[in-house]
């Protein structure tokens, strides 16, 4: 590598460490004090940089909003993607849903941020798997999925659409971390309820399960 070639990839390697570190600074003061305080002036004095160099990497704060809710989506999706190896679906099922509560209130003002904040222009004006909507359909996708499976097993209530079942628990379970992060005085039962019941609001019970299997397999009389 020549000497210009070096003086390039020093550059580089330097405007994404500054990208970095204008990211880590910003999560810091969003975790602590919610992203409503976040500015581009007081994010250039906590990096002891000029604001004119933080525009060379956002060109506002709405494009740092975008970068982190894209980081939260991917955390989120991590931690359902680590439960996707469980076999039974309903299992499954109450692991992510488990794991979605526990990180909306883990990081709270991400989590606001993620869903209780207004989309900026930055997200609208993204493309593909830069929207947090394509991070969040790909999460979807994962409770779908479980669902899918359990209207196979016949494990589904009657006339259950997979895909509705699951908006109808991400919903849920939105429902549940809003009003704990919004200081609500309900829910009071546990949160490990709240996620049973929730699934248990679409899962069919066994002794339907167990009817609806022996219906199928029972001989046909009606022609003897």
């Known amino acids: ?29 969003v975790k602590r004090d919610g992203f409503a305080s976040l500015s581009m002036r007081k994010l250039a004095e906590a990096i002891d940089y000029s604001p004119a ?3 060379l990497h956002f060109r506002s704060r709405g494009e740092i909003a975008h970068a982190l809710r894209l980081e939260g989506h991917a955390r989120l999706r991590e ?12 299992a499954r099922l109450n692991a992510m849903a488990r794991a979605y509560v526990e990180f909306g209130l883990a990081e709270p003002e991400t989590y606001r941020l993620m869903f209780m904040e207004p989309a900026t222009l930055a997200d609208t004006a993204a493309n593909g ?3 947090p909507a394509e991070f969040g359909a790909a999460t979807l996708s ?10 196979v097993a016949d494990r589904l209530r009657p006339h259950a659409v997979p895909s509705a079942c699951a908006e109808g628990l991400w919903a849920n379970l939105h429902g549940i971390v809003a009003l ?10 546990p ?12 899962s069919a019970p066994a002794h ?17």
């Open 191 to 202: 949160v490990a309820t709240l996620v049973e019941l929730s699934l248990d609001a679409w």
């Open 79 to 90: 931690a359902f993607v680590a439960h996707t190896t469980i076999a039974d679906p309903a």
């Open 180 to 189: 704990k992060l919004n200081g609500a005085t309900l829910p009071e039962t």
């Open 1 to 29: 590598m020549g000497l210009q070639e070096r003086r390039t990839e020093q550059r580089r390697e330097q405007r994404e460490a500054l990208r970095e570190r204008i990211l880590e600074v910003s999560r810091e003061i």
């Open 129 to 131: 798997a830069d929207k």
């Open 53 to 55: 160099a933080l525009y």
């Open 208 to 224: 339907e399960t167990e009817l609806r299997t022996y219906s199928a397999n029972r001989p046909d009389t009606s022609t003897r």
């Open 142 to 151: 994962l409770i779908a999925d479980a669902f899918v499976e359990l209207r």
